[in-house]
């Protein structure tokens, strides 16, 4: 057991679950950022392990699939110490057909004091907060936010470039579909970046021009002399009709690759949430150049964001939400 920071030196946190990016304020936003920057050493040491969950009981429970979000969460509760249990839906009672309310309160019974969901439906996080008693974290509902990983690209944003304020930040792609943009828009503009969106006009909202960001068609012009490109998954699963020529036509326009990112900021470095659709939206020359690529970095950031977002939720007293 690693016990060079004890859980007593830390407040207890304002708000009690993690649902969306604006029920946070600047400064909550901020020190969970600060929180996980104290947890990334522990990521690599050899002793990994803290106590500061000790005792308590985390569920993940996804109904949709996910490589990093659910290990992320997973390892970060094991290193607190928390006891980890991971509902195999596919294999539960929701296969024959059990509503997510009755799920939620079967599992609210178990008692456990941190709830981990994604699901399909927007909202869907929400609805399980007002039925449960424990906290519950979003880990992507629907088209609506992915905050856990809006806080880990900050994370990252702050680790290379030692701020976020200030900084040009372009998301690309498939805007229309993408929780992971909806949170870090919000997330971004709240710490004071420039955010640009980038789409064809098929895949951006036609209400974004009300999100304080700038917002182009023309690739090209959208990256011009930005720091970093965040890259979005085409979610060709979420598509019902033609919103594209083709995924080739589509990677010759809106495909980040050596060529067009001439244009950004000399130093520009490009994110991308994953999982990744390698010459369609991004090029793996791009994808797996470490002078530019933040990807790796961005799931090494995950795992201390998600320690941090249990511990802070864990750590309510009451108050708001309670
Ligand atoms: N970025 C993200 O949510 O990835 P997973 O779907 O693998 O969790």
């Not at 680790?159 to 828009?185: P, Y």
Request: some cysteine; proline content about 4%.
């Amino acid at each position: 057991m690693n016990t060079l920071i004890k859980p007593q030196t830390r407040a207890p946190f304002a708000k009690k679950h993690l649902l969306q990016i604006l029920d946070l304020n600047r400064l909550e936003a901020l020190e969970l950022i600060e929180r996980a920057e104290g947890f990334l050493p522990y990521t690599s040491m050899k002793e990994k392990k803290l106590d500061f969950l000790a005792g308590r009981t985390l569920i993940n429970l996804f109904f949709e699939n996910s490589t990093r979000t659910q290990s992320s969460f997973e390892l970060a509760g094991k290193r607190l110490g928390a006891d980890v249990v991971n509902m195999a839906v596919k294999s539960s009672s929701v296969a024959k057909g059990e509503t997510l309310l009755d799920t939620a309160a079967t599992l609210n019974a178990m008692g456990p004091d941190l709830l981990v969901i994604r699901h399909k439906s927007s909202g869907a996080a929400q609805l399980l907060a007002r039925k449960v008693s424990c906290s519950v974290i979003n880990a992507g509902d629907g088209t609506h936010e992915h905050p856990s990983q809006a806080f880990l690209d900050s994370l990252t944003l702050k680790r290379t470039f030692g701020r976020i304020e200030g900084l040009k930040i372009a998301i690309c792609g498939d805007i229309l579909h993408s929780r992971v943009a909806r949170s870090n828009i919000m997330l971004l503009n709240m710490l004071g970046a420039e955010v640009r969106l980038i789409a064809p006009p098929t895949l951006m909202p036609t209400d974004a021009d009300k999100w304080g960001v700038k917002i182009y068609d023309n690739l090209l012009h959208g990256i011009e002399g930005v720091d970093v490109i965040m890259a979005l998954r085409l979610q060709l699963e979420r598509m019902s009709g033609s919103f594209l020529p083709s995924p080739r036509e589509y990677f010759r326009y809106y495909g980040i690759d050596r060529e067009k990112i001439r244009v950004a900021a000399p130093h520009v470095r490009v994110m991308h949430p994953g999982p990744m659709n390698r010459g369609i939206e991004i090029d793996s020359e791009i994808a797996d150049d470490p002078r530019i690529s933040l990807i790796v970095d961005q799931v090494q950031s995950g795992v201390a964001m998600r320690m941090a977002i249990l511990e802070a939720m864990a750590s309510f007293e009451g108050g708001e939400y309670a």
